[in-house]
C-alpha cells in the first residue's frame, strides 16, 4: 500500500500539490484524474522521490519513506515501476537491452535466462519479435508497450502509468487500457494511473482521486464519481459543459 | 519579484551555476564509493572517446609540430641556434601545445558529446526512468564518462606530442637542413622529467574540467530540446575557458615548484 499524507510540493513560489492525502490500496487500481498541468506527473514523481517532498509524508508498504535519503530510496525503488509519460525508452538500446536493463543492473541472471524473461515480457504486451528495434523505430502506442514490459521485467509490486493513453488514438488507447487491467488481474501489482483521460478512467479504475490544482476533489469509487454532485466532478465529467 | 530578477541577472545565474556544480561534484564523489562498477561502459566510453577525437588530435598534432618547426626555426636560424629546434620543438609540445590543443579538440568532439547526450536523456525523463530503475545515473552515466576521459586524455596528448614530434622532424629535415639524429638527440636531452610530469598533469586537469563540466551541463538541462543545444554550445564555451586559466595556474605552479 502506497500512502500521502498532506504531501506538499513548490517550485519556487508555485504550488503544485497542496496537502494531498491519497490511498493507493494493495492489489487495487486508483486513477489519478486531473486536467493538463495540475500536478499529477509532479505527484508521481515525488512518490518515487525523483522530486524531493516539501512537506507531508509518504508510506511505502506502512514505511514512513519521507527522509529516505536518494540510496535508500534505490532499494524502495526495486519493488515499483513507472511508465513515463514520454516512454523514456533508452534510446541508445534497442528493444531488447532495454527491457533486460532492470535485470542486467540487478539480477546474476545468465543471458539465456534473460532472453526468456524479455521474450515473455514482449508476449505480454503483444510485441513479440520487436527485439531488434531501436525505440526511434517505434510508433508512440509501441513505445508504451515497450516501457511497460521493460517495467514489468523485474514483478514490480507497484506501477505507475503517467498519461499511458494521451495522444494516441481510441483503438490503441483502448488496447493500452486492456493491458493495464491484465497487468493487474495476472499479477496482483498495484496500480496508479494518472491521466485526463476519462474513458480510460472508467475502463481501468477501482478507485477515482480527482485533483484541481494539486488539491484534492473527489476520491471514491467510479460509481461514486458517476454519481457525484461535486461541481468540480460534475464539470470534468462532462467536459466543461455545464460549467 | 526582486528576488527572481536577481536570479536571472548574469551574476546570479554564475553564482547558481557555482552552487549547482558543486553540488554535483559532491553527488558525483559520493557515487564513487562503493556500489556497482561499470567495466563495460568504460570500455565503450574509451572506444567512442578515442573514435571521435584520435584522427582530429593526429591531425593536429602534426600540423602542429610543423608549423612550430618551421616559425621557430626560422627565427632560430638568424641567431645560428637552428641545431635546437628539436628541443624547441618537443619541450613546447610535451609542456604546453600537447595538452592544450588536445583539450581543445577533446571537449569540442567529446565534451560536448557527452552533455548533448546526457541533456538528452535528462529532458525525455530517459534519466529519471534509470532513477525510478533503482540504477544510480552518476554511477551509470557520470562516473564511466569521466574514468573514460580520465585515461584517454593522456593517451591522446601522448598521441598528440608524438606526431607533433614527427610534424617538426618533417620541415626540420627537409626545409631548415637539420638531420633527424641531430633534431632527435637534442629533443630528448633537453626534455627533463618534469616536463613529462607536466604534460601528464595538465592532461588528468583537463580531463577533469571537460568531464565534470559536461555532465554537470547534461544532467543539469532544462527546457527541452532547446535546452539541450545551449547547454552543449555552453559546455564546449566553459570548458575551452578553464582548460585556458588552469593552463595557466600549473605552468605557473610547476615554475615556482621546479625553480
Ligand atoms: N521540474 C520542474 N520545475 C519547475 N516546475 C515544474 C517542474 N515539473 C513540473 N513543473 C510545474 O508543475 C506543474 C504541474 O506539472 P505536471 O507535469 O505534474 O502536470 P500534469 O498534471 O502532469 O500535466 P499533463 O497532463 O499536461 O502531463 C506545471 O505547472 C509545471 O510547469
Ligand atoms: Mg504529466
Sequence with gaps: MIKTVNLSKNFGDKEVLKDLSIDFEKGKTTVVLGRSGTGKSVL???????????????????????????????????????????????????????????????????????????????????????????????????????????????????????????????????????????????????????????????????????????????????????????????????????? | MIEEILKNSPPGVFFNHIYNYILFLRITIRAAIGGAFYFKEIIEQLYQIGNRSLSIVILVGTFTGMVLSFQTGIEMARFGAKAYIGSVVLVSLVRELGPVLTALVVAGRVGSGITAELGSMKVTDQIDAMRAMAVDPYKKLVLTRLTALLIMLPVLVAVADTFGFFGGAIIATTNLNVGFELYKSTALNNIYLEDLFSGLVKPIVFAIIIGTIGCYLGMNTKGGTKGVGSSTTLSVVISSIFIFVFDFILTKIFFLVYR
Excluded at chain 1, 508504451?144 to 488514438?169: V, W
Excluded at chain 1, 482521486?209 to 461535486?230: A, N
Design chain 1, 44 to 243: 508521481l514523481k515525488v512518490i518515487l522521490r525523483l522530486l524531493s517532498i516539501d512537506s507531508g509524508e509518504v508510506y511505502i508498504d506502512n514505511i514512513d519513506t519521507t527522509d529516505f535519503s536518494e540510496s535508500r530510496m534505490m532499494g524502495v525503488r526495486r519493488k515499483m515501476g513507472m511508465l513515463f509519460q514520454g516512454s523514456a525508452l533508452f534510446d541508445s538500446m534497442s528493444v531488447y537491452e532495454n527491457v533486460a536493463f532492470t535485470l542486467r543492473e540487478h539480477t546474476r541472471l545468465s543471458e539465456g535466462e534473460i532472453r526468456d524473461i524479455v521474450k515473455e515480457k514482449l508476449e505480454f504486451v503483444e510485441m513479440t519479435g520487436t527485439e531488434g528495434l531501436m525505440p526511434a523505430e517505434l510508433s508512440g502506442g509501441m513505445q508504451k508497450r515497450i516501457a511497460l514490459a521493460r517495467t514489468m521485467a523485474n514483478n514490480p509490486d507497484y506501477i505507475f502509468f503517467d498519461e499511458p493513453t494521451t495522444g494516441l488514438d481510441p483503438i490503441t488507447a483502448r488496447t493500452i487500457n486492456e493491458l493495464i487491467i491484465r497487468v493487474r488481474e495476472h499479477t496482483g501489482t498495484t496500480i496508479v494511473v494518472v491521466t485526463h483521460d476519462l474513458d480510460s478512467a472508467a475502463m481501468v479504475a477501482q478507485k477515482i482521486v480527482l485533483i484541481k490544482e494539486g488539491e484534492k476533489y473527489f476520491e471514491g469509487t467510479p460509481d461514486d464519481f458517476q454519481r457525484s454532485d461535486i461541481d468540480f466532478v460534475k464539470s470534468f465529467r462532462s467536459g466543461g459543459k455545464d460549467m
